[in-house]
C-alpha cells in the first residue's frame, strides 16, 4: 500500500496570504508543558497585554480575510484573560478556535468559554509530550486522554471537536488506530490533525545566514543537531492506507518551493461508528469553499458540528461529485444488507495532514504556500512556526550551501 497521490487531481485549497480560512494568534508564550515538536521557547510570564492582543486582531483584519482565529501559544488557557480574548475574537467577526494541550481546562473554564463565543478547540494530545501522569503512555493508550476532552465538549454542545497529534519517526505506525479510534467516536470528534514533525536541522555542509552573517542557529526552540529530513504526509498516507486502503484525500496546498507537495492535505470521511462508507471528492470541498466564499466573504475554516452530523442529506449532491456518488452507492448497498444502518446518523469527519516546512537539498526552505497559520509580528504577518527566527535573530536564518574554502 502506497501515498502515492497526483496533486493535478485533488483540489488545490483556495487560500492565500490576504484571504485565507484562519489566522494564528498567540496571546501568550507560557505553556505548563513541555512538547518536544514545539515551536515556542516557554517563557512563563509571557502573556501579552489585551491591548497588543486587540491590535494584532485589528491588524489582521485590516489585512486578511479570514473565517476563523487559531487562539495558540504557549497554551492559551494559561492566558488570565483568556476568556476576553476569546469574546474580542468573537466580536470581530471570527470563529475563536483554541489550539490547548487541554492540562487548565475544567468543566466550568469550558462554560465560561463557550460562553465568551468558542467555535472549537483544537486538543494536542500525543507521546511526545511531557504531560503529568503520562510518562510513557502510547499514542494508543492516549486515546482515553482524547475520548475525556471529546466527551467534556460533548456535553457542553456546540463545539467544533479537533485533536493535533506530532507525528514522530517512531510513533507512524500508531496513525491508523489514532484513525480508527476516531471513527469509533465520529459522532463527537470532528477532526484529526497529523503534523510531520520537523525541526530546523543542522545539516554539514551548510552555513546559516542573516542578512548575510553566518549565526549558530543554537538559540531556536524547534533547532536540532540531527540531520533527519522529516517524514512526508505521503508517508502518513501510505500508512493509514494499510488499514483503511480507500482512504482518499481531496484537497491540499502546495509548498512554495515545489507544486506536488502536499504541506496540507484534508481529507474527508462519511460513516458512522461502525463503518466508512466513502470520501468526498474535491469537487465537493471546492464547492464548500466557494459556496462559503460567496456567501459570507471567507473561506470555510471549521465546519459546525450540527452540518457534519447531515451526512445523508450530502448523499443528494452525488451528482456533482464523484466521491459523494460512491458514498452513497456504498451506503445505499449498506443499508439494503443491514436495514438497521439507515436510524444510524451519517456523519462528516476530516483528517488533515499536515507536513510542515521542508529543507530542501540547495538551502531553500519550502513552505506551505497560502499559510492559515500565519500571525502577526511587529505588524506584519510572519510564518508562526519559524517566528523564533525572527525573535532571536531579527530576520529568517537562511541556510546556504557552504562554500568550499579556497585553495592557496
Ligand atoms: S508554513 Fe509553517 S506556520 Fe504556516 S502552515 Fe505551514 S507549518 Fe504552519
Given at each position: 500500500?502506497?501515498?502515492?497521490?497526483?496533486?493535478?487531481?485533488?483540489?488545490?485549497?483556495?487560500?492565500?496570504?490576504?484571504d485565507n480560512a484562519i489566522s494564528w494568534l498567540e496571546p501568550?508564550?507560557?505553556?505548563?508543558?513541555?512538547?518536544?515538536?514545539?515551536?515556542?521557547?516557554?517563557?512563563?510570564?509571557?502573556?501579552?497585554?489585551?491591548?497588543?492582543?486587540?491590535?494584532?486582531?485589528?491588524?489582521?483584519?485590516?489585512?486578511?480575510?479570514?473565517?476563523?482565529?487559531?487562539?495558540?501559544?504557549?497554551?492559551?488557557?494559561?492566558?488570565?484573560?483568556?476568556?476576553?480574548?476569546?469574546?474580542?475574537?468573537?466580536?470581530?467577526?471570527?470563529?475563536?478556535?483554541?489550539?490547548?494541550?487541554?492540562?487548565?481546562?475544567?468543566?466550568?473554564?469550558?462554560?465560561?468559554?463557550?460562553?465568551?463565543?468558542?467555535?472549537?478547540?483544537?486538543?494536542?494530545?500525543?507521546?511526545?509530550?511531557?504531560?503529568?501522569?503520562?510518562?510513557?503512555?502510547?499514542?494508543?493508550?492516549?486515546?482515553?486522554?482524547?475520548?475525556?476532552?471529546?466527551?467534556?465538549?460533548?456535553?457542553?454542545?456546540?463545539?467544533?471537536?479537533?485533536?493535533?497529534?506530532?507525528?514522530?519517526?517512531?510513533?507512524?505506525?500508531?496513525?491508523?488506530?489514532?484513525?480508527?479510534?476516531?471513527?469509533?467516536?465520529?459522532?463527537?470528534?470532528?477532526?484529526?490533525?497529523?503534523?510531520?514533525?520537523?525541526?530546523?536541522?543542522?545539516?554539514?555542509?551548510?552555513?546559516?545566514?542573516?542578512?548575510?552573517?553566518?549565526?549558530?542557529?543554537?538559540?531556536?526552540?524547534?533547532?536540532?543537531?540531527?540531520?533527519?529530513?522529516?517524514?512526508?504526509?505521503?508517508?502518513?498516507?501510505?500508512?493509514?492506507?494499510?488499514?483503511?486502503?480507500?482512504?482518499?484525500?481531496?484537497?491540499?496546498?502546495?509548498?512554495?518551493?515545489?507544486?506536488?507537495?502536499?504541506?496540507?492535505?484534508?481529507?474527508?470521511?462519511?460513516?458512522?461508528?461502525?463503518?466508512?462508507?466513502?470520501?468526498?471528492?474535491?469537487?465537493?470541498?471546492?464547492?464548500?469553499?466557494?459556496?462559503?466564499h460567496l456567501v459570507k466573504g471567507s473561506?470555510?475554516?471549521?465546519?459546525?458540528?450540527?452540518?457534519?452530523?447531515?451526512?445523508?442529506?450530502?448523499?443528494?449532491?452525488?451528482?456533482?461529485?464523484?466521491?459523494?456518488?460512491?458514498?452513497?452507492?456504498?451506503?445505499?448497498?449498506?443499508?439494503?444488507?443491514?436495514?438497521?444502518?439507515?436510524?444510524?446518523?451519517?456523519?462528516?469527519?476530516?483528517?488533515?495532514?499536515?507536513?510542515?516546512?521542508?529543507?530542501?537539498?540547495?538551502?531553500?526552505?519550502?513552505?506551505?504556500?497560502?499559510?492559515?497559520?500565519?500571525?502577526?509580528?511587529?505588524?506584519?504577518?510572519?510564518?508562526?512556526?519559524?517566528?523564533?527566527?525572527?525573535?532571536?535573530?531579527?530576520?529568517?536564518?537562511?541556510?546556504?550551501?557552504?562554500?568550499?574554502?579556497?585553495?592557496?
Amino acid at each position: 500500500m502506497d501515498g502515492v497521490l497526483d496533486h493535478l487531481k485533488l483540489y488545490r485549497l483556495p487560500w492565500t496570504l490576504p484571504d485565507n480560512a484562519i489566522s494564528w494568534l498567540e496571546p501568550t508564550t507560557s505553556c505548563n508543558l513541555h512538547c518536544e515538536g514545539c515551536y515556542r521557547k516557554n517563557e512563563p510570564e509571557g502573556h501579552k497585554p489585551l491591548d497588543t492582543v486587540r491590535q494584532e486582531l485589528e491588524l489582521f483584519n485590516r489585512v486578511r480575510r479570514t473565517d476563523g482565529v487559531s487562539i495558540a501559544g504557549g497554551d492559551p488557557l494559561m492566558h488570565p484573560d483568556i476568556e476576553r480574548i476569546v469574546s474580542m475574537v468573537a466580536e470581530m467577526g471570527q470563529k475563536p478556535i483554541i489550539n490547548t494541550n487541554g492540562l487548565a481546562l475544567t468543566p466550568d473554564k469550558l462554560k465560561a468559554l463557550k460562553q465568551a463565543g468558542a467555535a472549537g478547540f483544537t486538543f494536542h494530545i500525543d507521546s511526545g509530550q511531557h504531560r503529568p501522569r503520562m510518562k510513557g503512555r502510547t499514542e494508543v493508550e492516549l486515546n482515553e486522554l482524547r475520548l475525556e476532552y471529546a466527551r467534556m465538549l460533548a456535553d457542553v454542545g456546540g463545539l467544533a471537536c479537533a485533536f493535533n497529534a506530532t507525528v514522530y519517526d517512531h510513533t507512524l505506525k500508531s496513525v491508523p488506530d489514532v484513525v480508527a479510534w476516531g471513527q469509533e467516536h465520529i459522532d463527537i470528534v470532528h477532526t484529526l490533525v497529523f503534523i510531520a514533525y520537523r525541526a530546523f536541522p543542522r545539516f554539514e555542509g551548510y552555513d546559516y545566514l542573516v542578512g548575510g552573517e553566518k549565526v549558530d542557529i543554537g538559540r531556536l526552540a524547534y533547532e536540532t543537531q540531527t540531520d533527519r529530513r522529516g517524514i512526508l504526509s505521503t508517508d502518513i498516507v501510505a500508512e493509514i492506507r494499510k488499514r483503511f486502503p480507500d482512504f482518499a484525500p481531496s484537497a491540499y496546498l502546495n509548498g512554495t518551493e515545489r507544486p506536488d507537495d502536499f504541506k496540507w492535505l484534508l481529507t474527508m470521511r462519511v460513516g458512522t461508528k461502525e463503518r466508512i462508507y466513502g470520501y468526498l471528492g474535491p469537487k465537493l470541498i471546492e464547492m464548500a469553499q466557494v459556496f462559503h466564499h460567496l456567501v459570507k466573504g471567507s473561506y470555510l475554516a471549521y465546519t459546525s458540528p450540527k452540518l457534519l452530523s447531515r451526512g445523508r442529506s450530502l448523499l443528494l449532491l452525488s451528482p456533482l461529485d464523484r466521491g459523494v456518488a460512491r458514498t452513497a452507492g456504498a451506503y445505499l448497498r449498506g443499508v439494503v444488507a443491514n436495514p438497521s444502518q439507515a436510524f444510524k446518523p451519517l456523519r462528516m469527519q476530516s483528517v488533515m495532514i499536515i507536513q510542515p516546512a521542508d529543507f530542501l537539498e540547495n538551502g531553500a526552505m519550502s513552505m506551505c504556500d497560502g499559510c492559515p497559520d500565519m500571525t502577526m509580528h511587529e505588524g506584519r504577518l510572519v510564518w508562526s512556526c519559524r517566528l523564533e527566527e525572527l525573535l532571536n535573530y531579527g530576520d529568517w536564518v537562511r541556510p546556504v550551501v557552504a562554500k568550499p574554502p579556497a585553495e592557496s
